[in-house]
């Protein structure tokens, strides 16, 4: 059920991160629908991939691209004044799917009773797949490498599940807000992490 | 049967398409195999991830391998001259393995009794993989976020196979040929879709 | 055994090469760890999916994770002088986890009864899979496509060992030497292989 509900949220939420970057980028149309689609299947199949549900099932989620579809429809013919009124609209649903999807890949790690590292490594990677996925399509840097704290969400959340702090849908909700609410402030009063400092093409 | 025919068509086509692009972009004599061979296999990995096909089978395909490996070495001593000729090369030969590759992602989604809007996206996402793997890798935009309508074709495919129009293998041929037709025709042309209005960069 | 020698040897040089990757991007601490991370484990990730080792067995590798944890850590708080001192830094580690997972690739080829041509691009493709994942990820042209003979070696290991002279884990030991031994001169005499002659942007 909590799982269900998760990935409804992350496919969504990348679905509106793809759909909002292609506009951005000024693709047409189709490529608002393609990059859209793109990024809310292409970072459920690195979570199936990750995890081991088998990726051929995303095509048994026929609501799933339903909801996809109205969704990106929406960004599409939503007015411009809107959409620029959100600024962070892309950093907003990109934490979501990343918190959604991390989650989901924190639980199972912990289901299989991996050690606390591989719960965290396992959340990140997770999270990380359906932004990196858009990224990389769309020819950007992605988001975690870029500054301003991507991926130390991901494995906090990664963390807090390890440790047997979250249990229940309840707890579930709240560190999902907890994480995306962390990410926007992150970007909103840029803080970074250290930096090994180096002069640029020393090496 | 068609299956099979279907496999060695989109195959050949994407290690052509590969090739080109390697040589486009000065590759020596392995690069140019290696992206003709990534993107014929690539594009067929990606399909098999998506329908459930296990990866590991593309290892069997012996003569498929060394159908590319001869198309590729007739692709890098053709004369320039013949290259340069057929400007529009790289594009007509990603039109077939994208309608080679979408039409199998369509079948296979018919298979499993998909809905409607489940068969155009598996027909779309099927077809554009290997297209997609040579841009990334040859550090290109991918051909599907560029103008020209390019996902539309692979979605018809999906619409009309998963409207039942489609049976036996002669309809299968006429609908490969008509979607590289369209392709390639739209390219020429500069057929586009609409776009969102809205200046660079306001987002 | 051996197999389990060449994940750790791959794993790790993977993992060093993607954290100095991360810091000549002049990326933050955790895009170190995740570039690292990301570049060990989705070298091992293609290499699983490619010779059919379900996916989800790599957080079974709790040590290899905790190995990766303190290497990178290392590769973070050296000092730069000594990283500037070994300027081929990224070549060589690469150059180790190309060997190990090509060998890997080869070695499972030859052990379902592939023929020498598949032997030699399983060798190819599965040893270049983390190199290409850390390159398009940092935004690089990935190294197999720039001169400097990259796939050859790989491909070569893959003939030596799909014709049976390579047995038991000392010629594997020497081989995998040879490979990084000639990758690393090949880089250092900026040794090339023959390019289709023709003006760039002409097709």
């Known amino acids: 059920m909590t799982w269900e509900i998760l990935n409804v949220i992350g496919t969504i939420a990348f679905a509106v991160s793809g759909a909002l970057v292609a506009i951005e980028e000024d693709y047409d149309l189709l490529g608002v ?12 199949l ?23 579809f109205v969704v990106i429809t929406i960004v599409f013919i939503l007015p411009n004044k ?20 991390a989650i989901q890949g924190a639980n199972y790690a912990v289901s299989i009773k991996a050690p606390l590292i591989v719960v965290i490594i396992a959340a990140t990677m997770t999270g990380a797949g359906g932004g990196m996925i858009r990224d990389v399509f769309a020819g950007r840097k992605p988001m975690i490498f870029r500054s301003e704290i991507y991926a130390l969400w991901a494995a906090l959340a990664g963390l807090s599940i390890g440790l047997g702090w979250i249990s229940g849908p309840l707890s579930t909700f709240v560190l999902l807000t907890a994480i995306v609410l962390f990410r926007v402030l992150a970007v909103y009063f840029k803080w970074n992490l250290p930096q090994k400092k180096r002069s640029r093409k020393q090496l």
Chains 1, 2, 3 share one sequence.
Do not use: H, S
């Not at 629908?33 to 459920?44: N, Q, R, S, W």
């Not at 690195?46 to 996809?68: C, H, M, S, T």
């Not at 809107?82 to 999807?101: E, H, N, Q, S, T």
């Open 33 to 44: 629908f393609v990059l859209g689609l793109t990024t809310a299947f292409g970072g459920g």
């Open 46 to 68: 690195v979570r199936n991939l990750l995890i081991g549900i088998p990726v051929e099932n995303v095509w048994k989620q026929d609501y799933l691209f339903a909801i996809a």
């Open 82 to 101: 809107w959409i620029g009124r959100w600024k962070k609209c892309v950093v907003f649903f990109d934490a979501i799917g990343l918190a959604a999807f």
